[in-house]
């Protein structure tokens, strides 16, 4: 099978996953936009096609409790991300069926507070004790303060004579 014929394949695939809106290829990247995608049938399909889970991202949305979250997939040739948005902060859990999917879960848990029900094994990875997953998301969605770059002394104008020894 030709390169070209094995992605038409691998798009069309994509594009038949219930959720997906459109497959774009960039610099042989592919990226999957699918507000409304079926999480299980997209990994059902990878793995059909013998594509791997390589990780999960998410951004959380300021405001509204939802996240945009990225399903990142690793074949021999390129890498497929389908980008979806939770609904009522929750997605379903593939950690049943895609080992590679609990920690990325229990971590999106504990910092966005995004449910993914289903999960064999929802309890915090890295949130503390005693720290609702409110309070990590409410920081993640902060912007960042940017701190000024310290100047060192030796940057400065006056230092422009050499160091003698």
């Not at 399903?71 to 997605?91: M, P, Q």
């Amino acid at each position: 099978m030709s390169a070209d014929s094995s992605l038409r394949r691998l798009t069309e695939a994509l594009q038949a996953i219930p959720g997906v809106r459109s497959v774009t290829d960039d610099n042989g990247a592919l990226w999957a936009d699918a507000p409304l995608l079926d999480v299980e049938a997209m990994a059902a399909t990878m793995a059909d096609l013998g594509i791997r889970l390589g990780t999960v991202t998410a951004i959380p949305h300021a405001g509204d409790g939802e996240a945009t979250v990225i399903y990142h997939y690793i074949d021999e040739h390129r890498v497929i991300s389908v980008k979806t948005c939770t609904r009522n902060g929750a997605l379903p859990s593939l950690a049943p069926t895609v080992r590679a999917a609990s920690w990325a879960e229990r971590e999106i848990r504990d910092l966005f507070a995004v449910e993914f029900p289903g999960h064999p094994n929802p309890v915090p990875l890295i949130r503390p004790d005693g720290i609702d997953t409110a309070t990590l998301r409410e920081a993640m969605c902060r912007p960042a303060a940017v701190a000024r770059k310290p100047v060192s002394p030796l940057a400065s104008p006056q230092s422009s004579n050499p160091v003698r020894s």
